[in-house]
């Protein structure tokens, strides 16, 4: 079999040990150079099974395997030209142009030699070489899979190995390999302005440290989810062309005692030889948590790794060129250690976008996406204020889905409020079943709110009602669009949001005299404005400028837990009088108001009971229609 006839079955074998191990055939990668290259189990066993292979087929010689009786015959023929005889087995070589190879099993023959002299056949003998032939048959193929699992287990990295509990398991982002940069980054102007200092150090160390400045050691990313904390900071290497480590606090800490301190040492070793570079904690809040803080023992392993890492700091000059970052949303539980000057000495706020910034990120993520001429982009960032760029993307995502689905050419703004009110409320649930009765108690709870908010002077315009149930519990919703992004609230603005809470059981009351659970959200947070009004604000005369809640409040997420009232029996009874009588006056308002525009309630009740969905101009007609103007403000509570 010559060499080319072998090529055919070596293809077949390396495309079969191609397919084992879920590697593309570089022939067919198109579009400039392969993949990068990524080590797995099936590397190994492919090398071995190919090794073996090559040498059996193309370095080993062909030796034919013949019985005694036979080998006796070609003696008897005249076809044996050579012999070697071993202790154990008889090789030889066929006389003539073949030239054949063969070996046989050597058994007690005492007349072999006298035949062999008789035929006048050339032999000798030879002791079996068992070193040299361990050698080759054993020693070399370990040799060859030890060179190859070296290679593979550099091109593996750190952290990879049987032995490493104490690799950190940081994801390595070459110069090349951060493609982010501040024009994908928008809507936190501010935070980007703050980390441009970090970029200049990082592209020229030098115009820092000619005048004695210091650049911050660490710098800390606080803010709610999905502000773009972690784009940030990606976006800070890519800005300054420097490796990039990224790695969340939670991978420090195993269920080995001393294994995070020695990832800890391991990341910041392998960070100083790959300076200038950035190091990212993302979730800071799983590693630094303050010490002491649980109430049922230390971790110790959790605490070893926090000291560590304030060690590690601590020792780390900025004048290497190595920079660590962090993010958290929960700044107020980190350990007052890692805030000291000198390690995260630097505290950037990532917050939610105003309408500009919602813009801009808007803009960002439909680069790709396929818009209607009727789109517009500013009126959608209106409509959504207090979102984060998480949930902008989200919105981008969901109207193309919604287009595409109903195989339409362009993203138009129907598929925008679609997705607006999917995010916002859940999806809509048509074909749940529900009875007139029911139908037509949700229709006026939800036209009582609606009637209320435009009628009432502080509240935000309505932009759609509708009874389509969504999410898992909302039978129906109300949407308010604010005019503008607010940061304060009056006490007559809250007053009013009140009213508007309890517009939904009013309705039920006056058209019904019954009420229904549906009211149980509206109530809850009716109580929590009403009782937040006279503990923690002072919106009280009676009580006074006092504040007589303390809670222990993330700064960014809603969940709280309060450490005990503060405050006499007494005066708790004083508090929960104030809330009642809040709650009261504005229950006694909305009747009032809803009393009033009663044709305008039937009529909208009516008309959601056919369409499912009406939207805020159509009140705001019917209401200036029958009564124009707003409702007379609330006279003084106090």
Known sequence: MTFSEKKAPLEKLTDMLRSFTGREDPRKIKN??????????????????????????FFSTKVEMIPYSRFKEYIVEGKVEKLTIYPENISGKLAGSSGREFVTVRVNDPDLVKDLDEHKISYSGQNENKFLSSLLSWIIPLGVFFLISRFAMKKMGTGMGIMSFSKNKAKIFAESDTKVSFTDVAGIDEAKEELQEVVEFLRTPQKFQKLGGRIP???????????????????VAGEAKVPFFSISGSEFVEMFVGVGAARVR???????????????????????????????????EREQTLNQLLVEMDGFETNKGVIIMAATNRPEILDPALLRPGRFDRQVLVDRPDINGREAILKIHSKNVVLGSEVDLRKIAGRTPGFVGADLANIINEAALLAARNNKEVVEPVDFDEAI???????????????????????????????????????????????????????????QQPTEDRYLMTRSELIDRLAVLLGGRVAEELVFKEISTGAQNDLQRASDIARAMVTEYGMSDRLGLVSYERQRRSMFLPESFSSGKNYSEAIGAQIDEEVGRFMHEAHQRVIKILSERRNVLDELAQLLSQKESVQGEELRKMLAAAAPGKATPPQAIG
């Open 32 to 57: 400039g150079l392969p993949p990068k290259a990524q080590f797995n189990i099936g590397y190994a066993l492919a090398a071995i099974l190919l090794f073996f292979y090559v040498q059996q087929h």
């Open 217 to 235: 050691k660490g710098v800390l990313l606080v803010g709610p989810p999905g502000t773009g904390k972690t784009l940030l900071a990606r976006a």
């Open 266 to 300: 391991d990341l910041f070793s392998q960070a100083a030889q790959q300076a200038p570079c950035i190091i990212f904690i993302d979730e800071l809040d799983a590693l630094g948590k303050a010490r002491g803080m649980n109430i049922m023992g230390g971790h110790d």
């Open 421 to 479: 009110d999917r995010v916002i409320a859940g999806l809509q649930k048509k074909n749940r079943v529900m009875n007139a009765m029911e139908r037509e108690i949700v229709a006026f709870h939800e036209a009582g709110h609606a009637i209320v908010a435009e009628s009432v002077e502080h509240a935000d315009p309505v932009h759609k009602i509708s009874i389509i149930p969504r999410g898992i519990a909302a039978l129906g919703y109300t949407q």
